[in-house]
């Protein structure tokens, strides 16, 4: 089964760089341009991971990671994080 990674970075060419290096190594990578669409694409699609910038416009990288937290209990549980912040 394919891993969904979900990938938020307001700098797009940074974004396609993590894009074309994980979708050459098999991953099924989503987008997202900033926090309020990231929390909303969680919502979405549930990815095995997040990797996400921690400054962005509309709703920075941490603010997004607590309301996922929030939301999914289960991203987050000490010994399988699911969340990361680059």
Do not use: W
């Not at 919502?43 to 937290?69: C, T, W």
């Amino acid at each position: 089964m394919t891993k969904t990674i979900l990938i938020v970075e307001d700098d797009t060419e940074l974004l396609d760089l993590y894009v074309e290096i994980l979708q050459v190594n098999m991953y099924n990578v989503q987008t997202a341009i900033n926090g309020e669409e990231a929390v909303s694409k969680y919502r979405q699609i549930h990815p095995n991971l997040v990797v996400m910038d921690g400054d962005m416009p509309k709703l920075d990288g941490y603010e997004a990671f607590s309301q996922i937290i929030k939301m999914d209990k289960k991203c987050k549980n000490g010994n399988s994080d699911r969340l990361f912040r680059i």
